[in-house]
């Protein structure tokens, strides 16, 4: 039984639970629940006891790790119950209260999920105690290719409250409505209408409050569906509104000093990853509807993926008032052209993964280091772990998008993923696709060289077969003519 190394023990004591997923050499994609029931302790090993050799603690006793979607009907089961017996331990679905044994996967229902074995050991190299995890059955060459936190809501110990979400206003001219979270009239009961809902939420402070609950909802089942599979499920917007005072600014970055250059990138990265809170919630409401039986695995990643933007925005927002209070979210230049790309790639979720999750977010990965060592090299500590988080979490977005990618080749006969990708940045981008590459990442990611060496976009020069695109007048109209780049000016 080939077993995977998965992190020291320690490393497993900030959280009870974790994301696992899981890549194989084929390019199969496994995502997994690690639950650790048990309090923190540093020792591997008791005392020989009378003779009996070393004993192992009770507490690796005590780690376990499932499917991460329950065999019913694909619920996320991260923030599933967890109920211990005499002679047992299982996990209870939040959507439908199945329980799941966590030794054997069996449930009283009948069903049964895919639990693998856990042993904790001393590394012949280091020494030093780690945990291993069995391999899924078929595949060769498992990795780790994203390991971390569920949540806050289960870290151990209690974890530092968190930033404050603040209030993004231009001047104290501008009127703040104070709008609920959750809608009198009308709340959303499914996934699809809370998409919809945050897609139609210009206010970015509110946008992040609704995802949070929206995908808190989502994963302790409080929610009737997903909804994609209604034959009234609502549309998403061609393009997100944003708030007057966020629009038409002429501030010139180039002309601000270096305490203000600081701020010009924080800015900067803070309106993509409003954008990017878009761009999950809108592949979610766009997509769902036209792919009925897309695995619920779907949606657990792009809920996943929004929650991560929103906590971006929300990090690098706090940065920016801490180093440049008189110059707040909304009062310097922005872009749009991640909507630009959402607006080429409406018409397929094919194209959508491939340039916005393959190219946008993939190219984020070779410009973080970079954007990292300026805010070193200016002393600002602060933003260089804000960006560090922000970098491991794209990682496993360009996982994501990889892995789905990957779905959709097969759904279309098993479609070479590296030639589809290479044919929709050739029709869906415009000029190289410029390195240097963080190829390490990237491969991490599961974007090998073979996607993306040599490779050009020919949009404007070769015919489009898409549908029609997005109307972007509304955008046009009301975000600033900012020259599109991928990195601030040094």
């Known amino acids: 039984m080939e077993k995977l190394q998965i992190a020291p023990f320690t490393s497993l004591l900030t959280h009870s639970r974790f994301f696992l997923t899981l890549r194989s050499h084929e390019g199969a994609y496994h995502s997994l629940i690690l639950f ?53 331990v299982v996990a209870v ?44 059955a078929g595949g060769s060459g498992w990795r780790l290719v994203e390991l971390r936190p569920v949540s806050e809501e289960f870290a151990d110990p209690p974890p530092i409250k968190a930033p404050p979400l603040l209030p993004v206003t231009a001047s104290p001219a501008v009127a703040v409505i104070d709008e609920p979270v959750i809608p009198i009239n009308n709340p959303p009961t499914t996934l699809m209408q809370w998409a919809v809902l945050i897609l139609n939420t210009p206010d970015p402070t ?32 061609d393009v997100p509104p944003r708030e007057e005072f966020f629009t038409k600014n002429t501030v010139d970055p180039a002309k601000m000093k270096n305490r203000k250059n600081r701020a010009v990138m924080l800015h900067a990265l803070a309106n993509i990853e409003q954008w990017a809170i878009d761009l999950a919630w809108d592949i979610i409401a766009r997509f769902g509807p036209s792919h009925p039986t897309i695995p619920p695995a779907f949606f657990s990643d ?45 018409h397929s979720l094919r194209s959508r993964l491939a340039i916005i999750h393959l190219v946008h977010e993939a190219r984020g990965l070779d410009v973080n280091p970079g954007t990292i060592e300026r805010f070193r090299k200016a002393g600002d500590m602060e933003s260089v772990k804000v960006m560090e988080v922000i970098h491991a979490d794209e990682v496993t977005h360009v996982t994501s998008g990889h892995r ?85 000016a040094k």
Request: glycine share 6%; proline share 7%; charged share 25%.
């Open 206 to 237: 509110l946008k992040v409050r609704r995802t949070r609950e929206a995908v808190n909802q989502f994963r302790t089942g409080k929610l009737t569906a997903i909804g994609h599979k209604a034959s009234n499920a609502p549309r998403p917007p």
């Open 404 to 488: 789905w990618f990957t779905w959709v080749c097969e759904q279309e006969g098993n479609v070479d993923p590296v030639q589809a990708f290479r044919e929709e940045v050739r029709r869906g981008w415009r000029g190289d696709v410029k390195g240097p590459f963080n190829v390490e990442d990237r491969e991490k990611a599961g974007m090998t060289r073979a996607f993306y060496e040599g490779l050009k976009g020919e949009m404007g020069v070769i015919p489009s077969s898409a549908g029609a695109a997005l109307d972007l007048k509304p955008l046009k109209d009301t975000v600033a003519d900012i020259p599109v780049e991928y990195e601030i």
């Open 93 to 136: 679905c939040p959507w439908h209260r199945y329980d799941f044994d966590l030794r054997t996967g069996k449930s009283e229902t009948g069903l049964r999920a895919c639990t693998y074995s856990v042993e904790v050991k001393a590394d012949p190299v280091d020494g030093i105690d780690k945990v291993y995890v069995e391999t899924p």
């Open 302 to 346: 792009f809920t996943k993926m929004a929650l991560d933007e929103s906590k971006h925005f929300t990090l690098l927002t706090s940065r920016l008032s801490a180093i440049s209070p008189s110059t707040p979210y909304g009062t310097m230049p922005v872009h749009a052209s991640l909507w630009e790309s959402a607006s080429v790639t409406s």
């Open 36 to 88: 650790r029931l048990t309090p923190e302790s540093n020792a591997s090993v008791e005392d020989d006891k009378a003779g009996e050799g070393p004993q192992i603690k009770p507490m690796y006793q005590q780690i376990y790790v499932m499917e991460s979607s329950c065999p019913h009907l694909g619920a996320d089961l991260s923030h599933a119950d967890i109920e211990e017996y005499e002679t047992s």
